[in-house]
């Protein structure tokens, strides 16, 4: 450590080791898996040991620099298990539930942070950060939030086709650093029971804001095997769907997985959450001829959309589903309420559940429920290929 003066240590080092040592210290905290723990421990390690750096470096300090060498290496090793231990995502076209890139395009980040720590302890981490940012987000609301979705990805763990799909949060975090949000990724889930030579119905799902979770296609999934359809669930970035990359985006995923299952284009049905909704109101005036039937949940709609010309021909006389909870603060009942008068007024023919009492994470909160009411409303409309 000679080759440097003591200044220079600390201005090299102490900076850098406590940001580490802070941010995994966080990571910690909120972490629920033995991997993400693992990956916390070693970044602080890592930290420690570039704070030790700082003051290491004279023989009457020895004890530093030993504390350093062994924090490098707890945090080198830590790193390295979590490392070998990243899935790489792949899967063979058999497999019922796999990760797609369009055009073959295949860019799926296995050591890109989004993959080193596990989606959930991600997701653990983002919620405590959001409760103390977000002013319609508290702590109460974050702790129950955090308990839906480790129960969730506890059960979803359990799979190992979803264990080994990895995460596609690198696709959302490059999208945030101002990256493109077509990644060209989504995720194509195929019930076991069906023929994949036989058209299949098919349901759309565009994920809200914050990125394309894999507990969204997990929940799905368990409605695609009750009513026997095909899920696809095209990523985009950060969630922030626009026109017309919306609808760019659904048509190549569902072109790309009629590559390996075939699909009715008779029965095609497109589902938002949250901010998805903006997508699914932009599909829905841009190419809502492909399409069966709209689902909305929790939604942010795209005014301009709803009141277009184009919605309203393609939509008048044709059904939609929306479902909201009347405590939801970010898309109020009476927001989702009027916009539903807005499609009515159109001529579309529109359902409003109204779930009481759930906020917008009714989609975790009221699992069951939601799960229920979506396979009654696509097995009503499915039926038999035409």
């Known amino acids: 450590m000679r080759m440097f003066s003591p200044v220079l240590r600390g201005l090299l080092f102490w900076p850098a080791g406590t940001v580490l040592l802070l941010a995994h210290g966080a990571l910690l905290v909120a972490a629920h898996t033995g991997r993400g723990r693992l990956f916390a421990v070693a970044g602080c390690a890592v930290g420690l040991g570039l704070i030790f750096a700082g003051v290491a470096g004279e023989r009457r300090r020895a004890w530093l620099r030993w ?3 062994g924090a490098f290496f707890i945090g080198v090793s ?3 298990i979590v490392i070998a231990w990243a899935p790489d995502g792949r899967a ?4 019922r539930v796999q990760n797609r890139y369009v055009d073959d395009k295949w860019d799926y980040r296995r050591y890109a942070l989004g993959n080193l720590v596990p989606e959930l302890d991600q997701f653990r981490l983002g919620v405590r950060l959001i ?12 702790a129950r939030l955090s308990g839906w979705t480790t129960a969730i990805y506890d059960e979803l763990e359990t799979d190992a086709g979803f264990r080994a799909l990895g995460s596609a949060m690198p696709h959302a975090y490059k999208n945030l650093r101002g990256g493109d949000a077509m990644s060209g990724h989504y995720y194509l889930y195929v019930p076991r029971r069906l023929n994949r030579a036989e058209p299949q119905p098919v349901l759309v799902f565009l994920h809200g804001s914050g990125g394309n979770f894999k507990a969204y296609t997990w929940l799905l999934a368990k409605v695609a095997d009750r009513v026997g359809c095909v899920v696809v669930a095209p990523s ?7 026109a017309p990359e919306s ?9 790309d997985a009629g590559r390996v299952v075939a699909l009715d284009a008779s029965r095609q049905h497109v589902m938002g959450l949250s901010n998805g909704g903006l997508g699914v109101s932009q599909v829905a005036a841009d190419a809502g001829e492909r ?8 939604p942010v709609f795209d005014e301009g959309a709803l009141t277009s010309a184009a919605f309203r021909t393609k939509w008048r006389g044709r059904h939609v589903l929306v479902l909201s909870g009347t405590e939801d603060n970010r898309t109020p009942f009476d927001y989702v309420s009027d916009e539903v008068v807005t499609m009515r007024a159109g001529g579309a023919k ?3 559940v109204e779930f009481k009492g759930a906020d917008h994470f009714l989609f975790f909160s009221h699992e069951d429920a939601v799960l229920s009411r979506l396979e009654t409303w696509l097995a009503e409309r499915m039926g038999p290929a035409r």
Not at 131 to 142: C, G, I, T, V
Not at 236 to 242: H, I, P
């Open 291 to 298: 399409f069966a039937s709209l689902v909305y949940l929790s």
């Open 92 to 95: 063979d076209t058999s497999t």
């Open 131 to 142: 409760s103390r940012l977000d002013p319609l987000f508290d702590e109460a609301q974050a």
């Open 350 to 352: 529109v359902e409003l």
């Open 236 to 242: 985009f970035g950060m969630g922030n769907w626009s």
């Open 78 to 80: 830590g790193l390295g």
């Open 247 to 255: 609808r760019r985006v659904v048509e190549a995923a569902l072109a």
């Open 67 to 69: 504390g350093m060498i």
